[in-house]
């Protein structure tokens, strides 16, 4: 299968709108696909689709135009110094700790 991400939300490849009504939203789904992805070292696609998440057998092809991790909200969950930074629509278990002094432009 083919995934375009755009904007930190994943969609099927054939979708010819991309917003929020079309992209995938179960929270359980996202957060298995992006715990799996990695860069597409497969042999198959990697100049179209440089990234995949691999499920069982079968592989997800994905293309961005940047990189697939798009982080989408700040998690002021335990008080400042504990924020998390969450990814790609999976809140709470899609996260890393908030490192402002890592930020560069």
Not at 93 to 99: D, G, P, S
Request: proline share 6%; aromatic share 14%.
């Amino acid at each position: 299968d083919a995934l375009p991400i755009y904007q930190g939300q994943l969609f099927l490849d054939d979708a010819k709108v991309k917003n929020f009504i079309t992209c995938f939203k179960d929270k359980q789904f996202l957060v298995f696909f992006f715990k799996q992805v990695k860069r597409n070292q497969s042999g198959r696609y990697e100049k179209e689709f440089p990234y995949l998440s691999p499920c069982g057998r079968e592989r997800n092809f994905i293309r961005c135009d940047d990189r697939p991790i798009v982080f989408t909200q700040l998690l002021r969950e335990g008080g400042p110094g504990n924020e998390l930074l969450s990814f790609c629509g999976g809140g709470d278990k899609l996260a890393v700790k908030f490192e402002p002094e890592k930020l560069v432009m």
